[in-house]
């Protein structure tokens, strides 16, 4: 458990012309944001009002990364940067799984697949028989799916604990928990402690300076079932709420996907539990039996388009807008902010306000 306090050992001090950077938020925008700077050789230092890391919205992820399959609902730049952090994970942390992603649905709903597959690309048509072969808990259940075999998945917590290990030991960032980041008097993140450059990755609570921020609450339950194993992540088309199903090890599956309009933390409502499980049900029976371990819900920061944001005003660049897309995301919206400070570099795709132009 890291303590309140982590500083950087003496040994590993960096020049004094270094940059000095300081992060405000160590959800998975702030942390690979300080992988980001810290890889170039600034001075990096993380503030989080919480008392340790990953602990936001980050914190009831689903860590699919999967850029194909978002594709189908979401902009061409959210598979753009998605392919760049798929890479990214891989590479940081371990035990990320290259196992793909399958999309099912019942036979009555096969039309919902065919439209799934036109907005997508690089995965192949399976047959039932497949199927069974990818997913032998599934042999028999479903005449129909889509394999996209070049997707991952990770443990959104596991993954952000070893980021935060790396962090420290490799590249020496030092961390304040429980502490807001922002000078008392003057509301200006950094300004009493002479940083350089400001990092913004508060997420929603952001809202304070932009103000065209809105909240989408994701809600979430994990299961525990002996008698189901799935390898790879399973999204269940399902008539009201597409539904998605990773596995996350010693028979426990994350089970997610509402995006309800409003900002109330924590509340998960019964109707959107009724779907989830119903919907999980519809993929196996055997999740009717399953153990429920845990049910969370926690609010995402968004933009009116769904899509991230880098802006810079002063000496604060805010990292912001991730919606439901942290981990598909973070990774290289964070090497793009890194670029902009280091080397004055512009990306229109995530610093002009119409995405659609560039």
């Known amino acids: 458990m890291i303590s309140n306090q982590i500083e950087p050992t003496d040994t590993a001090q960096r020049a004094a012309n270094a940059m000095r950077v300081k992060i405000v938020g160590a959800g998975v925008a702030g942390l690979t944001c300080a992988h980001a700077f810290a890889r170039r050789g600034a001075n990096v230092t993380i503030v989080e009002r919480r008392a340790g890391s990953g602990q936001g919205c980050s914190w009831y992820a ?106 420290v030991d490799e590249y020496h960032v030092a961390f304040d928990f429980e ?54 992540p399973v999204r269940m088309l399902h008539p009201r709420i597409p539904v998605y199903i990773v596995p996350r090890g010693d028979g426990h599956f994350m089970i997610g996907a509402t995006s309800i309009e409003n900002d109330e933390r924590g509340r998960v409502t019964g109707r959107s539990m009724l779907e989830l499980l119903g919907a999980v049900y519809a993929l196996h029976p055997a999740f009717g039996e399953a153990e429920i371990v845990e049910i969370g819900a926690d609010v995402r920061p968004a933009f009116p388009d769904n899509l991230p944001r880098l802006r810079r005003r002063g000496n604060t660049l805010y990292v912001n807008g991730l919606y439901r897309h942290g981990f598909l995301a973070a990774p290289a919206l964070a090497r793009r902010a890194a670029e902009v400070a280091f080397d004055g570099a512009h990306f229109p795709e995530v610093m002009d306000e119409d995405h659609r132009e560039w």
């Open 179 to 232: 502490a807001d980041g922002f000078d008392e008097e003057d509301g200006q993140a950094g300004q009493a402690d002479g940083a350089d450059l400001v990092v913004d990755c508060r997420g929603l609570a952001a809202r304070d300076v932009l103000a065209d921020l809105r909240g989408v609450k994701g809600e979430m339950l994990v299961l525990y079932s002996s008698e189901i194993a799935l390898r790879r």
């Open 62 to 167: 689903g860590g699919m990364l999967a850029p194909w399959c978002e594709r189908e609902s979401a902009e061409p730049i959210i598979a753009e940067l998605g392919l760049e952090s798929l890479a990214y994970w891989r590479e940081a942390v371990p035990d990320v799984p290259l196992e793909g992603s399958l999309v099912l649905a019942p036979p009555r709903d096969l039309p919902d697949l065919r439209r799934f597959a036109r907005r997508t690309a690089n995965f192949e048509w399976v047959d039932g028989a497949r199927i069974g072969e990818l997913e032998p808990d599934l042999d028999g259940r479903f005449d129909q799916g889509l394999f996209f075999p070049s997707e991952a998945h990770l443990e959104p917590r596991k993954a952000l604990a070893a980021l935060t290990r790396r962090l």
